[in-house]
């Protein structure tokens, strides 16, 4: 009786869990569909899939439409009379100067593939190319992927051992300390982030080394908290076993405690690298336009008048999430295991 009575529950939350995965997945599927498209296209028709080819009707409609150009071109510049192709080729060459064109062959194809390009929305990797040349995008990825790297091992690295130390050696300032980390995470940084600039630019924090420390201040709430969550749950049994058998403190927490956090370690250090590598706001207030990273970059897109062209955008929006969509997905086996530790010594 117990199993029909699940099946129905269960039922409706397979449901529900498979539409939330559309809901999450479709924003990612937008914008990949749209980084191959022209941007007419997608302003035109955003939700619709690249078109590759052309059908027979629309051929033969552009034929019509190539023929009647070259021929259109070549009377105004000759008066309807036959001209050898020699002579038309001098008059592409003279007329046509701006276009690069510099032949009559290369002037039919330039028409045709205009022609093309209005009816196939498929630019192949055009968006790319061009989104690369114009950001810089290499050598944003690089100080993007410095930054996030040398701040996610420091997050953890010194949050793990202030959460052990908070956990284990019980005063009065370590719970003091316990509940300034823990306040830390509601103060938002709108509130402070015009005074962290003032200070980061006298202390000439405002590089991608200095960066790092400002990361730390500020992934250090959450990371603490979540370090010492895990840490109450470690008996200390072990940790006076080590030390009986001569283990210094420090030894004590690299040889012993470090291994057991490894789980909760790869948690924190996959929502520290997805928070700081896209992050915007605080890259372009400390680093401004010297160091740009990844999100700073993309913004340089847009255009005087704050337009942008939507096809480069997206193109370089896939290749920004490409790097930690992979790590996560690299490390989500180790998410499930903290969680199913957790539960355990829970």
Known sequence: MREKKKKPANVVMFIILVILAIVFVFPILFVLINSFKG??????????????????????????????????????????????????????????????YKTVAEYEEGVK????????????????????????????FGYSAFITVFSVLVIVLFTAMTGWMITRYKSKVSEALYLLYAFSMVVPFQMVMFTMTFVVNRLSLDNPLGIIIVYLGFGAGLSVFMFCGFVKGIPIDIEEAAMIDGCTPAKTFFSVVLPILKPTAITVAILNAMWIW?????????????YKTIPVAVQYIKDGYGGADMGILMAMLVLAIIPIIIFYVTCQKYIIQGVAAGAVKG
């Open 39 to 100: 941007k007419l296209f997608i302003s035109d028709n955003p939700f619709s899939m690249p078109k590759f080819s052309l059908n027979k009707e629309e051929k033969a409609d552009i034929d019509e439409q190539y023929q009647k150009k070259v021929e259109e071109f070549l009377d105004r510049y000759t008066d309807g009379v036959t001209v050898p192709r020699e002579m038309t080729d001098a008059l592409v060459a003279e007329h046509c100067t701006a276009e690069g």
């Open 113 to 140: 593939k205009g022609l093309e390009s209005q009816v196939v929305s498929f630019v192949k990797l055009k968006n790319y190319i061009e989104g690369v040349e114009k950001t810089g995008f290499f050598q944003a």
């Open 278 to 290: 896209n992050d915007y706001l605080l890259p372009y207030l400390t680093l401004g336009s010297n």
